[in-house]
């Protein structure tokens, strides 16, 4: 029964390390200062005369932008390199395109 206890424990822990280590690693990836996000600031066209304008909100150091189509603003969270999603609609991302300079060049809503 010790044995059993005592393997449990070690893979919970185990777990838990890989876990950390693993958003860690994903943390180190994402912007996370205003450097950072600096390039992804600026209006974007997605289509269909829609407007997308984006800035960076310096309290929670992430960016925020207005639809100027429906007016709507919003908060946005990185997820991956150059993918945030909506604060408010998880299953909203902002995904940006870059040129061969590794500038930001274009965004799709999804």
Do not use: C, W
Request: no cysteine.
């Amino acid at each position: 029964m010790a044995f059993i206890k005592h393997t449990v424990m070690r893979s919970f822990f185990l777990s838990a390390i890989l876990l950390l280590s693993t958003h860690f690693i994903l943390a180190q990836q994402l912007p996370s200062s205003k450097d950072d996000l600096y390039p992804y600031e600026g209006t974007f066209d997605v289509g269909n005369n829609h407007r997308i304008t984006l800035g960076i909100f310096d309290e929670f150091k992430s960016l925020v932008y207005l639809d100027l189509k429906t007016l709507k603003l919003g908060l946005l969270i990185p997820v991956e390199n150059n993918i945030f999603r909506d604060n408010n609609d998880s299953t909203k991302l902002f995904m940006f395109s870059r040129d061969k300079n590794n500038n930001v060049e274009g965004l799709k809503i999804n």
